[in-house]
């Protein structure tokens, strides 16, 4: 496993992450364990996870019961900002109040069984709460030592910036990372948004860098999805348009000897600004298969040509 600092700050993360979406939801107790030791024995040590997650809540419960006795060995994050369906009381939708950032990192703290958090993460942008407000709550609580970096998710590239320049001008701590959504079908990030986080050394988080298993070759042109995958009830998505594109993908990694998710996450690892790939798991044969494909390091001639094999573009959402 390689690691790389998260964009130009002094955290430390691992090439391949670990997303922790499906834990309290899809994934049981007994499973998170397993997949969670699947990822230490590879390497992985930047788990990413939401207060959201896990059916309000979740994920961050039984992360904090499987870390127990090994919480300093992994880069924890973790977000807030999402609906937690009225948990910390009447919010109005401003979910990223100073009132309400404290409730939500008292109640991730309980969940995970910590006593700080690596990186917490603003989910979405909230319409009703000025981002210097935001930055004070959060410089407050880094002050207080109950989390050591901030980060922001599903911002826009002029968003990114007006944080940037208001935590310069207030002195407060600034973002150092944008997790957005991004892989080798979806560059839209690649216009806009990364070159901002190039030009203030932000680390890029890909989320979705699977693209719901499209990238894993597990659907087939013609074929029915398999019953159980993300796309079994959404087969309108999988279109000739698209598959035509995975197969010039699957060209390009077969001419080098590699499989698409090599690809995928390798491809994705060795773009400008990328700090670390999270992707989902299950088990701990995803796990072990994901960190694996982390080790590709595309030359910079197979750059060029995936580059132009899979351009920026923006498909139909999935």
Known sequence: MRYRSLGSSGLLVSVVGLGCNNFGSRVDLNGTRAVVDAALDVGITFFDTADVYGNKGGSETQLGHVLRGRRDEVVLATKFGGDMAGIYGQDFRARTSRRYIRKAVEGSLSRLQTDYIDLLQLHRPDPFTPIDETLEALDELIKAGKIRYVG?????????????????????????????????????????????????????????????????????????????????????????????????????????????????????????????????????????????AGEWQPRSDDLEVLNKVAPTLRPPAL
């Open 152 to 292: 922001s998710c599903n911002l826009d590239a002029w968003q990114i910036a007006d944080a940037e320049w208001t935590a310069r001008a207030s002195g407060t701590n600034r973002f150092i990372s944008a997790q957005n959504h991004y892989s080798l079908l979806e560059r839209g990030v690649e216009a806009e948004l990364v070159p901002a986080t190039l030009k203030y050394g932000i680390g890029v988080i890909p989320y979705y860098p699977l693209e719901n298993g499209l990238l894993t070759g597990k659907y087939q042109r013609d074929e029915a999805p398999a019953a159980g995958t993300r796309l079994a009830s959404r087969q309108d998505l999988l279109t000739d348009e698209l598959f035509d594109r995975l197969e010039v993908l699957e060209t390009f990694a077969r001419e080098r000897d590699r499989s698409l998710l090599d690809v995928a996450i390798g491809g994705l690892a060795a773009q400008p600004g990328v700090s670390s790939v999270i992707a989902g798991a299950t088990t701990a044969s995803q796990v072990r298969a994901n960190a694996t």
